[in-house]
């Protein structure tokens, strides 16, 4: 796993909020990110407002991005109309076809 001392500006919360103003505009941002114990690499807690982000994972840049653009989708589907499409269907899949049109995961792949 990389070291994320190696990539300045890790700060998860600088992270979120870059993606959501370059690509979530119309987006209302979420209230908080942290970092905790979890199963999963990551969820979105809707009536909190908040991004997790396993610790298992928090090491990986990349994967901390991923993460970080994986549930920004499932936000934005979410105040689109109520549903965050936790089955990954159409409407999250088209809005993966955008970001990676729009290049964000050559970076991070």
């Known amino acids: ?3 994320i001392t190696e990539h300045g500006d890790f ?3 600088v992270i979120l909020r870059n993606f959501e103003e370059r690509f979530f505009p119309a987006v209302p941002p979420i209230a908080a990110i942290r970092i905790q114990k979890m199963e999963n690499a990551g969820c979105y807690f809707p ?3 908040c991004l997790c982000i396993s610790e298992s994972i928090a090491p990986s840049w990349k994967l901390v991005r991923i993460i970080i653009l994986h549930e920004l989708i499932h936000h934005k589907l979410r ?6 499409d936790p089955k ?3 409407r999250f899949q088209a809005e993966l076809d955008r970001l990676w049109a729009e290049g ?3 970076k991070l792949l």
């Open 1 to 3: 796993m990389e070291n």
């Open 11 to 13: 700060e998860p919360k």
């Open 47 to 49: 009536l909190e407002d």
């Open 79 to 84: 105040c689109e109309n109520g549903d965050d």
């Open 88 to 90: 990954e269907g159409a």
């Open 104 to 106: 964000i995961y050559r």
